[in-house]
């Protein structure tokens, strides 16, 4: 099992959408967690950082859920210029500091 | 937020030669620095942990001989692919994260590395 899980997609929804995104992550002791947005052939940018109380920034709105180990990235109102890959990125502090980034989602955000 | 600068942004070599990517961090220090490579449609994979002053830790399967990490100060890390092959054809991306933050990680912008 992957530590980082991502439905790989891709997804392709018309402009004015509302999609979600799903993460599991596997290590319970992960400290930190975020969502990064990767456009083709350029750098990962972090969207935002993802919170137990939930972090809500303009369309986009990320949760998490430690029980159940899951995280979340809720898009409303698909803009052309969402398309990008989404990568789930968690922070452990098991035995060093370490970075684990999902596989990303795509998205395709149509006229 | 802080800006990581990578350089070059694009480079073709032969075969057989060694090609040196440089990560800059430009408005804060950075002890650690860490090197990425992607290849298409798939996510970025920790190739080494850069540690101002001592070895690279380089993660199991990538070769340390290869994949030559220096970090001789706080403000800069280099790559240098040695010996080229077009397998190592790839998207190499260095980041480094500030002491004490959330563990936000800065990106640089990227090398994309083709050998013919």
């Known amino acids: 099992r992957k530590e980082v899980e991502q439905d790989p997609g891709p997804f392709n929804v018309p402009e004015g959408a509302t999609v979600a995104f799903n993460c599991t992550y596997s290590n319970s002791a992960s400290q930190s967690f975020f969502w990064y947005r990767q456009d083709c052939r350029k750098e990962p940018k972090l969207l935002m950082s993802?919170?137990?109380s939930g972090n809500e920034d303009g369309r986009f709105t990320a949760q998490l859920n430690r029980a159940s180990q899951y995280i979340s990235l809720l898009i409303r109102d698909s803009k052309l210029s969402d398309s990008a890959t989404y990568l789930c990125?968690?922070?452990?502090?098991?035995?060093?500091?370490?970075?684990?980034f999902g596989a990303g989602t795509r998205l395709f955000v149509k006229a | 937020g802080a800006v990581v600068s990578q350089h070059p942004s694009w480079v073709i070599c032969k075969s057989g030669t060694s090609v040196k990517i440089e990560c800059r961090s430009l408005?804060?220090?950075?002890?650690?620095m860490f090197w990425y490579r992607q290849f298409p449609k798939q996510s970025l994979m920790l190739m080494a942990t850069s540690n101002e002053g001592s070895k690279a830790t380089y993660e199991q399967g990538v070769e340390k001989d290869k994949f030559l990490i220096n970090h001789a100060s706080l403000t800069l890390s280099t790559l240098t692919v040695t010996s080229a092959h077009p397998e190592d054809s790839s998207f190499y991306i260095c980041?480094?994260?500030?002491?004490?933050?959330?563990?936000?990680?800065?990106f640089g912008e990227g090398s994309r590395l083709t050998v013919l």
């Open positions: 993802v919170y137990s």
């Open positions: 408005d804060f220090q950075a002890t650690t």
């Open positions: 980041s480094a994260r500030i002491l004490g933050n959330t563990g936000e990680l800065f």
């Open positions: 990125v968690v922070n452990s502090n098991t035995g060093g500091f370490k970075t684990i």
